[in-house]
């Protein structure tokens, strides 16, 4: 069965450190890893998106990593500011081109505090 | 310069109504989705379309009926409203499938009561 499961659930730090997300996946065949983040009452951002060739990618402060074949994925944020609070979505997606599906984390909750 | 809109962004009706939320992106973009995003922040796909044409159609109760006149615009139409369709529904575009990266709307956040 497609999953993907991230953890933790949910996450609180103080503003300034440091923080790694992870992502977990049993999604076969594997087209891409998307990151999202998603402020509360708004739509998903992407962050990232990473192919099966790819094993890290950065977007400012954010820095993703894929290993295909743990099928393990993190986010690290650096320097974490108030702004960071939100929830982050790890997606994977199968096949590709029109055809295909989305498998949706859970998300974790990031809570940035002063 | 919105790149997905939607609208309404809320929507309160009551159960057995029958309600639309429309969608337009100006990105260019073939494709487009639903998404429903229940009390618990889980996303969950119901519909893509690409070029007008039907790509995805999740176990969705067919109440629920998506309508893309052209390709920059995809519409919810939802008869017979029930208590658990109450969730936020977000519309969202990507150039063409599932090899690119997806722009979301605002939402949309439904309530029946």
């Known amino acids: 069965k497609n999953q993907v499961e991230q953890s933790p659930q949910s996450l609180i730090i103080l503003e300034g450190k440091n923080c790694t997300l992870q992502?977990?996946?049993?999604?076969?065949?594997?087209?891409?890893l998307r990151w999202y983040k998603q402020d509360t009452g708004r739509g998903p951002v992407s962050l990232t998106i990473?192919?099966?060739?790819?094993n890290t990618k950065s977007n400012g402060r954010y820095t993703a990593t894929l290993d295909a074949d743990t099928k393990q994925s993190s986010l690290h944020i650096t320097a974490s500011q108030l702004s960071d609070s939100a929830s982050y979505i790890c997606?994977?997606?199968?096949?590709?081109?029109?055809?295909?599906?989305?498998?949706f984390g859970k998300g974790t909750k990031l809570s940035v505090k002063p | 310069d919105t790149a997905v809109s939607q609208t309404p962004k809320y929507l309160v009706t009551q159960m057995g109504n029958d309600k639309s939320i429309k969608c337009e992106q100006n990105?260019?973009?073939?494709?487009m989705y639903w998404y429903k995003q229940d009390s618990k922040k889980f996303l969950k796909i119901m519909f893509s379309?690409?070029?007008?044409?039907?790509?995805i159609n999740e176990t969705v109760p067919n109440r629920f009926s998506p309508k893309s006149p052209d390709k920059a615009h995809l519409n919810l139409h939802i008869n017979s409203l029930e208590l658990g369709d109450s969730a936020v529904y977000f519309c969202?575009?990507?150039?063409?499938?599932?090899?690119?990266?997806?722009?979301f709307g605002p939402g949309t956040r439904l309530t029946v009561t």
């Open positions: 969202a575009s990507s150039p063409y499938g599932l090899s690119y990266e997806q722009y």
């Open positions: 992502c977990n996946y049993t999604v076969s065949p594997f087209s891409n």
């Open positions: 990473m192919t099966f060739s790819e």
């Open positions: 997606v994977v997606a199968n096949y590709g081109g029109s055809q295909g599906n989305l498998i």
């Open positions: 990105l260019g973009h073939d494709t």
């Open positions: 379309y690409n070029n007008k044409e039907l790509i």
